[in-house]
């Protein structure tokens, strides 16, 4: 997914310098002759659908303009696990699969599907990103995953009128966040949209909130499941978001129509020709979705702001990201190391900076790549921040629980959507399925 402007301590981007080395300048294949896959073809996973799909199948063509590989894609849709393990067992797996989720790339590693990556992708890797990044995309001292995409999941998107029209400014403080929405919904718009047809939107509305409420400490915690889901801690968080959740008048269509919404929508209710919403909260790639999709300005008809502290806590950063592996059962295995060799270059990353909707944890890529100004800020406190990574709790965890539609914490927190009114119920079944995920 999955990582802003006034990072804390507690933030994606960690121990990077903001050293900038020119990305998309290496030569082209036409340049230096190198047609070495010619002949060869590679194909491709990932959960991108619609605009990131797009921009991201320009990475392919770029790829196979160096290369001569014949490139194709395949969505897999938000259960990754579940289509891969079905792909392998059919016969018919694809080379490369870009995993957004920690535990999948850790669930994958030893379940044998993958393969290490070559020495050429660990030194472009130790050379171009931070050595924590190394660290996540590393299962029992193997390096698997290069994490080619980063986002920043603490990002409040509101459209400036919606905010005029209603008198309110941007928020400084989580409380002050709620009085903005209902400032804007007594305007005669719903002050939020929220994403609840698919869990993960609401699983990062959990993990901002408990992470600037229990700290990071406990975070860590909650995320290895050193600490139970029915921690007072974590009933705490919930009866915090469930307090959002139960004012259905601030919610675009309710809490029926947030259900109901996926996350492009929840974008496009609140940019789109007809609003039915002032903000919307998820990650920095919103951006993506509001230049491409919906033809809007970025900076202009469309600001964010850190998602805001909450009770006297640390304003939050929560970051995910998308790690390439190699699988085992792919049939075209040099290609594909070749891929995400070319994957862990600044070249590779400029390609999806220059069409939008993407940052780079790669801290050799020139910010100026980026299509905007609130792309380069946003890019610039992630190779800029401090030393303690927050990565996204969900995507740490095994898919069963954190990252498979329609069961676990996602599937969880949709039913606490539709009835926000038991914290402690919602809690003691969080911890039920984290028992049987993690135990598994």
């Known amino acids: 997914m999955k990582r802003i402007v006034a990072a804390t301590a507690v933030v994606l981007g960690l121990t990077m310098t903001a050293t900038a080395c020119g990305g998309g300048q290496d030569k082209t294949a036409a340049q230096d002759g190198k047609q070495e896959l010619k002949g060869q073809s590679l194909t491709v996973a990932a959960v991108w659908t619609g605009v990131e799909q797009q921009n991201f199948k320009k990475v392919l063509d770029a790829f196979s303009a160096k290369t001569g590989a014949k490139t194709s894609f395949i969505s897999t849709g938000d259960n990754v696990s579940t289509v891969v393990g079905s792909k392998i067992e059919g016969g018919n797996a694809p080379d490369v699969v870009m995993v957004p989720q920690v535990g999948v790339v850790q669930q994958f590693a030893r379940k044998g599907w993958l393969r290490p990556l070559s020495p050429a992708a660990r030194t472009a890797a130790a050379a171009n990103f931070a050595k924590v990044w190394q660290d996540y995309?590393?299962?029992?001292?193997?390096?698997?995953?290069?994490?080619?995409?980063?986002?920043?999941?603490?990002?409040?998107?509101?459209?400036?009128?919606?905010?005029?029209?209603?008198?309110?400014t941007v928020p400084k403080s989580y409380e002050e966040m709620i009085t903005t929405a209902s400032a804007v919904t007594d305007s005669g718009l719903p002050g939020f949209s929220v994403a609840g047809e698919?869990?993960?939107?609401?699983?990062?509305?959990?993990?901002?909130?408990?992470?600037?409420?229990?700290g990071p400490q406990n975070y860590d915690k909650l995320a290895q499941h050193k600490m139970p889901w029915n921690d007072p801690t974590v009933v705490k968080a919930l009866s915090t978001l469930g307090a959002l959740f139960a004012k259905d008048q601030l919610i675009s269509g309710g809490r029926k129509g947030a259900l109901e919404t996926d996350f492009p929508e929840s974008v496009e209710q609140v940019f789109g020709k007809q609003p039915k919403a002032g903000?919307?909260?998820?990650?920095?790639?919103?951006?993506?979705?509001?230049?491409g999709d919906l033809h809007k300005n970025v900076g202009e008809d469309a600001k964010f702001f850190p998602f805001p502290a909450v009770t006297g806590g640390t304003a939050p950063v929560v970051g995910g990201g998308d790690a390439a592996v190699a699988l085992k059962a792919g049939k075209n295995q040099e290609a594909a190391m070749k891929f995400i060799e070319y994957l862990a270059t600044p070249e590779a990353a400029a390609v999806w900076a220059k069409a939008g909707g993407f940052l780079s944890p790669n801290q050799k890529l020139d910010i100026a790549n980026y299509t905007d100004d609130t792309t380069r800020q946003t890019a610039k406190s992630l190779v800029d921040a401090g030393e303690t990574v927050r990565f996204d709790m969900s995507d740490q965890?095994?898919?069963?629980?954190?990252?498979?539609?329609?069961?676990?914490?996602w599937k969880i927190l949709q039913d606490f959507l539709r009835d926000p009114s038991s914290p402690k119920n919602t809690a003691q079944v969080l911890e039920t399925a984290a028992l049987k995920a993690y135990k598994g």
Do not use: H, R
């Not at 299962?139 to 995953?145: C, K, L």
């Not at 698919?198 to 229990?214: M, V």
């Not at 965890?397 to 914490?409: I, K, L, V, Y």
């Open 137 to 168: 995309g590393t299962v029992d001292s193997a390096f698997y995953g290069l994490y080619f995409k980063a986002s920043n999941k603490s990002t409040v998107w509101y459209s400036p009128k919606a905010l005029a029209d209603a008198g309110a």
């Open 198 to 214: 698919a869990g993960w939107p609401l699983t990062d509305w959990f993990e901002n909130i408990y992470l600037s409420q229990a």
């Open 279 to 291: 903000m919307v909260y998820e990650g920095d790639f919103v951006s993506g979705l509001i230049s």
């Open 397 to 409: 965890a095994p898919a069963a629980f954190g990252g498979t539609q329609g069961s676990g914490e």
